[in-house]
């Protein structure tokens, strides 16, 4: 299908914004064939941190899709401006949202739980945060000396580290803090999609984990009505130029295969904030611009419409629709 481009937005011919210095990535991430199509183009019209216009490729051979060429890794402090929202969600989100939130996590751990054939011991949260999830699970069990978390923001560490959780400010790729084959169960929520090479990642985290221990995954799905809907450029979930690799079940399933992982389960989670970034950019940056109407589907601070969306996602995901967000479950074989 060809992808229609929209045409470069006035905003990003500000020479304020900075053209941002770049990395190509010529091979597939995902099974290193090199031919490869556009499959959408677009700006950071969410935080508008660079003015290049960037592209999302798919790979001829397995149908992966990664951002080519990508932001150089000297600029990630450009594009994760200290305001980004991930850091200091709990302070920007409006209480009522933060509730629900955290009903929706608790929601999430127990329909993980309840495809583990044990209760688990140890625990890794990767991209822990302020630690949620370990929290979460120190009240399933997991003792805090087993109960680890790995974050690149390191200011939230400080207290979860003086009450002894096992946290570490490092790379998977380059960290030691977890002991081989040890885990019961690890989770990864929307981190996969903004690592450079997902492989090396997935394989570290299988050396990690217990033979018969699971994996969580959970990461913006491709194939989701809206992301047919804003395919060519305003979908949420490309959220661009900070997603570098975007899966359907049917790659994530390969990716975990590659390290040796067994997929076991295949659920959808709400992707309300990718409903309303996709119509908050088209409204905002689409032929005539209607940066008021825009503004209601901001999910930061428009209460209402998240509480919609987040309803309207929720019941696609029961009645069996598959939402943009996929959450797999991946078990390390017995004796491996
Ligand atoms: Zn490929």
Redesign the pocket.
């Known amino acids: 299908m060809p992808v229609a481009s929209p045409p470069r937005p006035a905003e990003f011919d500000n020479p304020a914004i900075p053209e941002i210095a770049t990395t190509d990535v010529p091979l597939?991430p995902?099974?290193g064939?090199g031919r490869f199509h556009t499959f959408a183009t677009g700006y950071d019209y969410e935080l508008q941190t660079s003015r290049n216009e960037w592209r999302f490729v798919q790979?001829d051979?397995?149908s992966?899709v990664w951002l080519n060429p990508r932001p150089a890794i000297s600029t990630l402090s450009t594009i994760y401006p200290t305001t980004y929202y991930a850091y200091n969600y709990a302070t920007k989100i409006n209480p009522i949202a933060v509730k629900a939130k955290e009903m929706l996590d608790v929601a999430k751990m127990k329909s993980i739980l309840a495809h583990l054939k044990r209760a688990p011991r140890s625990f890794l949260d990767v991209g822990c945060g302020d630690g949620r999830f370990l929290k979460v699970m120190e009240k399933k069990g997991v003792p805090r000396e087993r109960d680890y978390g790995l974050e690149l923001d390191a200011a939230v560490l400080e207290p979860l580290k003086k009450a002894g959780y096992q946290v570490a400010c490092e790379r998977i790729e380059d960290s030691t803090l977890v002991p081989e084959c040890s885990l019961d169960l690890v989770t990864m929520f929307h981190v996969i999609e903004h690592v450079d090479d997902p492989g090396p990642v997935i394989r570290k985290l299988a050396t990690w984990m217990a033979p018969g221990g699971v994996l969580a995954i959970e990461t913006p799905n491709l194939d989701a009505l809206d992301q047919r809907l804003f395919h060519d450029s305003y979908w949420g979930g490309y959220h661009i130029p900070r997603h570098w690799n975007l899966y359907t079940a049917k790659t994530l399933a390969r990716q975990l295969k590659d390290a040796g992982l067994e997929p076991v389960a295949t659920m959808y989670q709400t992707g309300h904030s990718f409903w309303m970034y996709s119509m908050h950019h088209w409204m905002r940056f689409e032929g005539n611009p209607h940066p008021r109407l825009a503004r209601l589907f901001d999910p930061i601070g428009s209460l209402a419409f998240l509480a919609g969306f987040t309803f309207w996602d929720k019941l696609r995901g029961l009645l069996g629709f598959r939402t943009s967000a996929v959450l797999m479950l991946a078990r390390k074989p017995e004796g491996a």
């Open positions: 597939c995902l099974c064939q790979c051979a397995c992966h």
